[in-house]
């Protein structure tokens, strides 16, 4: 886990600990509402905005409410993107479309993306609000292109790719890091600063995830191997591996893409082709591009106080397993 | 339709005409965006807000403002429950998971809520936007608590089934006309006037809905016959006819309710069970008294510029057919 220090570490826990008092009042609301909660996730987004509205002007309540709004706004997506995806499973538990079902996520979902708009009222800051309701547009919007990738393959570039992965993913580090700033009222060129760490981390992150679904016949990551590979996702390694196949090669990935079911010596050689040395290599020279822009950005902020632990949370970005 | 004056009926049409322009830059958003926004539906909601902001004061551009976000806020619940509902027509024309798929219709729900909130955001009025995030709330928990119903059949009374008809329908008719009067700044007596009409006739147009489903057989209402029933929805018919049913008769409605596939038999009967005296006339007297509800409170606002095309829209409302 993060090198985190112990008053972050409590900060965190009341992060969790806000969440989970959210509730309403109908017992079924509460049950699926316990159940998502009860897994605590890492909550990195909620921790990029606690580091960067560390502040001595600020009390920490504030903070603990937008680091709170942020983790709820992600949770919302992650219910959506079960129905999305198909998932079963969901940091390790069965996803809510699996206890209950799809009805339940898509309405527990708007339940809890309302929620967060909700507590955004409550903090009275509009330019934050509307930092995050773009962000949350931006999501949506990132998902529905990535569906749509597949079908659009052949004009696919690197571009396109990486648009994607910052809408999704890269779009709510972002919005984390600058809104933490603006909460702490960082002057303008560190609020910009700190949106840049988080949306290059955010994509770093995102291409670390893409690496370990081709990871994970080997390793335990905490997802199932080749899930992104099953749900017809192009994701980093594959479009590097369709790239630089052979014609045959090439044919066979996109042939078993968004299959949902793979024998065992498809998924073996779709595993031998994205892990190949090509692939593998340019995944993780962009990784490392982005890790080390992200580390560009911090620099511009290294008077601030949350400068070590941002650095550690960076530099565990780029070698995480899970 | 509603009789409206031609102000108002242009101001509807500046509805439409702003909502199709918050488009994005992909094509395939485009595409979903402008099918389901091709549909222009009754409008019931804006035409609320718009008739309740009605005020020498203010500019038509704020009005049809928020009237575009309440109506915005509507469609992006019509598209989740297309998937809640599994849907197949929605207002005649088939449903976006049907032309595209669910995955597609929860996110463009999620593109259209959160477009709704950074529009709020342009509207500048917080406790607008407070009070419209609490009624995006309330319907999710509206519609989660309605399929759990079924489950606490034994334990549903009116009571239960008027909060769920509340909250998944009448809370955005009462936020919508709540929210007109505030953009007005009209007086606190007055928003809460209009709260309390757009509550019970968001009530009376539910109740009139549930009735509608079981009118289908015989007339075109635009939606499937026994929609809701194949749905295992209990909707104020259904109750009224579980309660005055011999012990047989509820049996077997209840062994068939939520069955997607009925015979023309089992249909019927269950046609006959519902439409029958006790359930219709206790169907219609508790539409009348709401209706009579919202008239009440029309009267407490009949200095009121609105005030005639307000009450021609409670009296279509208890005559409707589709």
Redesign the interface.
């Known amino acids: 886990m993060y090198k985190i220090n112990h008053t972050t570490t409590n900060e965190l826990s009341r992060v969790q600990e806000k969440i989970t008092k959210e509730l309403?009042s109908?017992k079924?609301?509460q049950d699926?509402y316990e159940y998502i909660f009860q897994s605590k996730g890492k909550k990195t987004r909620a921790l990029i905005a606690l580091l960067a509205s560390q502040s001595k002007k600020l009390k920490p309540l504030k903070r603990i409410e937008l680091a709170s709004i942020i983790e709820l706004l992600h949770t919302a997506?992650l219910v959506?993107d079960d129905?999305?995806?198909q998932s079963k499973l969901r940091r390790g538990e069965k996803s809510v479309n699996q206890v209950w079902n799809?009805?339940?996520s898509?309405?527990?979902?708007?339940?809890i993306?309302?929620?967060a708009?909700?507590l955004?009222?409550k903090l009275?800051r509009?330019a934050i609000?509307?930092e995050l309701?773009?962000a949350?547009?931006d999501?949506?919007?990132g998902?529905?292109?990535q569906?749509?990738l597949f079908e659009n393959y052949l004009h696919l570039d690197l571009d396109g790719l990486l648009k994607v992965s910052y809408l999704k993913t890269g779009r709510l580090f972002e919005a984390a890091a600058k809104t933490g700033a603006m909460l702490a009222d960082s002057s303008k060129a560190d609020v910009k600063s700190f949106g840049l760490l988080g949306k290059t981390l955010g994509i770093a992150f995102q291409i670390q995830d893409d690496i370990l679904d081709y990871e994970s016949l080997h390793i335990n990551t905490g997802k199932p191997a080749l899930q992104d590979f099953q749900e017809g996702k192009i994701t980093f390694p594959l479009f590097y591996a369709l790239k630089h196949s052979a014609n045959d090669d090439q044919k066979f990935l996109l042939e078993h893409l968004g299959k949902k079911k793979l024998t065992k010596t498809i998924k073996n050689r779709v595993f031998n082709l994205v892990r190949s040395d090509m692939p593998m290599k340019c995944s993780q020279t962009l990784l490392d591009s982005y890790i080390s822009k992200a580390k560009k950005s911090l620099e511009k902020v290294n008077h601030h106080s949350c400068y070590n632990e941002m650095l550690n949370l960076i530099m565990f970005s780029s070698q995480r397993k899970s």
Chains 1, 2 share one sequence.
């Open positions: 309403a109908e079924i609301i699926i997506t959506h129905v999305v995806d799809n009805s339940y898509v309405l527990m979902g708007d339940f993306y309302s929620k708009f909700m955004m009222m009275d509009p609000l509307k309701a773009g949350t547009n999501i949506a919007r998902e529905i292109i569906l749509n």
